[in-house]
């Protein structure tokens, strides 16, 4: 498989964890509050909605597995949201290890809507990750909105990969 994918994914999820450190440094009622300005409502919504994007996109469009449908009201805490990462982790190696025709473009039908995409397995990979670095701009803003500003320190980030060199 594609080393630079695996090394890649590797930054994303360091940067992740700083996030899920931000994350379980708000009180459990900030990370579930909802706020009707903000997309999906809560911190917590968010974050399930980006691990559902992995399991969709990942797993059930590029490794054909059952779609899980992640739902934040079935994520009570931080803790739980990392097991439920842990799953997105978990399909993403799978795909990196079987996921051998990266840019052969096909296109898929949505089993339900009908509408049609045209991927690739490398997109399939990519897709989650580029819209899980877009949500945690929301994730911090709706922090701060929230009263809560994510203070990670010099040189540390959310919104960027943090490569390990």
């Known amino acids: 498989m594609n ?3 695996r090394v890649f ?3 994303v999820r360091r940067s992740r964890e700083i996030l899920f450190g931000y994350c379980a440094s708000l009180p459990p009622e900030i990370y579930l509050r909802e706020h009707p300005d903000f997309a999906f409502g809560s911190i917590r919504n968010l974050h399930a909605h980006v691990a559902d994007c992995y399991l969709w996109w990942v797993g059930t469009v590029g490794l054909g597995q059952p779609p899980t449908g992640i739902r934040g009201s079935e994520v009570p805490d931080v803790a739980t949201m990392r097991a439920v990462f842990a799953q997105a982790d978990a399909v993403v190696e799978e795909a990196l290890q079987t ?3 990266l840019d052969r473009v096909y296109e898929w039908t949505h089993p339900v809507r009908g509408w049609k995409a ?3 397995q490398r ?3 990519l897709h989650p990750i580029t819209h899980e670095f877009h949500h945690k701009g929301q994730i911090t803003a709706l922090g701060r909105v929230l009263g809560y500003p994510a203070v990670l320190g010099p040189g540390v980030d959310t919104d960027l990969v943090n490569p390990e060199f």
């Open 118 to 120: 045209r991927v690739s």
């Open 3 to 5: 080393h630079d994918l």
């Open 99 to 101: 996921f051998n025709q």
């Open 9 to 11: 994914y590797g930054w």
């Open 123 to 125: 997109w399939l990979l």
